[in-house]
């Protein structure tokens, strides 16, 4: 631990990311904690959607098929967890909880959050009696340079994040990982660096060891699927083949800004800033329909799915004005097709929802 004065302050980012551990059996724990020592998982349809980390010993993994966990597993106990509705609420717990220690978080899933911290960092930095220390690991265990003032103000950033993941356990009884880098996308990839409850700091001269380390483009956030298949077909599988590409062969398969995009992520660049999360601005659920042909069928349907949604809306304590329906045909010919429509809600009936 150090102590210092006046230290200049570095000019960067800090950000960090947030990752809550196997998140929906944590809420199932605390609604049941008796599950808590026994290896389970959440079932939705015929898939483990997750399960605890005890269940995790032995090899069961996220999405698995109920019927292969059981076989790695047999006394694997499972939870049915098609209803999200305690999952939303627990994950809401957690922004607003993030949002009294700073006002630019943002929502990434129910389960992630992405924090700008450079100014409550900045706050700490002015004050001179501040002991440093960092908390938890730093990716692959590089030195500190106590006399650079961008290690100093990462190193502040570990004990910001070591203070949230205190605080969501002690108030919500949740653990769950953090990364600490220069940007949003730098804190998404270490994060998950070590599971479960840890945290790790990324300082800058580690950046391109950690990217040229991911063993597939996929894992980046921001190249999606498509993107991937695409960067496959050109020969480019890591990150170090997407670094080496030549930029005039990428920009005639990608033109020239995607191509841009592209490199930059390979080097780690990523400028994004943190989008604030607001309330939605609508409601909605939905269901697969896989036994509906009539009209009787799908009002009876939608009279099973109203309970929740109005719960939902009654819980957020604002008026809704707009009522819309949404179908999803399926036919293989045209994949999947919607059509929508809205009417507004009559206003004789608006008094009845909220608060
Ligand atoms: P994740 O963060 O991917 O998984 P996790 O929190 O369960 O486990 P980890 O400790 O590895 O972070 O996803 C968050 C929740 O989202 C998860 O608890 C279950 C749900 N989920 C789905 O519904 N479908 C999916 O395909 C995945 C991956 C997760
Ligand atoms: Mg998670």
Known sequence: MRSWKNR??????????????????????????????????????SLVVT???????????????????????????L?????????????????????????LVERLGLDENFLDITELVGKRLRNDNSQIRVCGHVYNEQGINYRDPRHIQLILGSQVAQEFRDSLKS???????????????????????F????????LPEKIRELLRGLENVGKVPGIGHRTTQRLESLGIRNLRDLQD??????????????????????????NSQIIPWRPPQSFSDEDSFPK???????????????????SRISKDGRRPHTLRLTIRRFSRENGNRRESRQCPIPSHLIPKFGK
């Open 8 to 45: 200049e302050v570095a000019g960067g980012r800090v950000i960090v990311h947030l990752d809550l551990d196997c998140f929906y059996a944590q809420v199932e724990a605390l609604r049941n904690p008796d599950l808590k020592s026994k290896p389970f998982g959440v079932q939705q349809k």
């Open 51 to 77: 399960c605890n980390y005890e269940a995790r010993k032995f090899g069961i993994g996220k999405l698995m098929s109920v019927r292969e966990a059981k076989e790695k597993c047999p006394q694997l106990v």
């Open 79 to 103: 939870v049915k967890g098609e209803d999200l509705t305690p999952y939303r609420e627990m994950s809401y717990k957690v922004t607003e909880l993030l949002e009294e220690f700073c006002p």
């Open 171 to 193: 108030r919500l009884g949740l653990t769950g990982c953090a990364g600490i880098a220069p940007s949003k996308l730098l804190a998404k990839l270490v994060s998950g660096t």
């Open 195 to 202: 599971k479960p409850d840890q945290q790790t700091l990324l």
């Open 245 to 270: 590409f030549p930029m005039d062969l990428l920009e005639k398969e990608f033109g020239s800004s995607t191509a841009r995009k592209l490199r930059n992520l390979s080097l780690g660049k990523d």
């Open 292 to 310: 509906c042909s009539s009209e009787a069928e799908a009002k009876e349907k939608l009279r099973e799915l109203l309970p929740n949604l109005l």
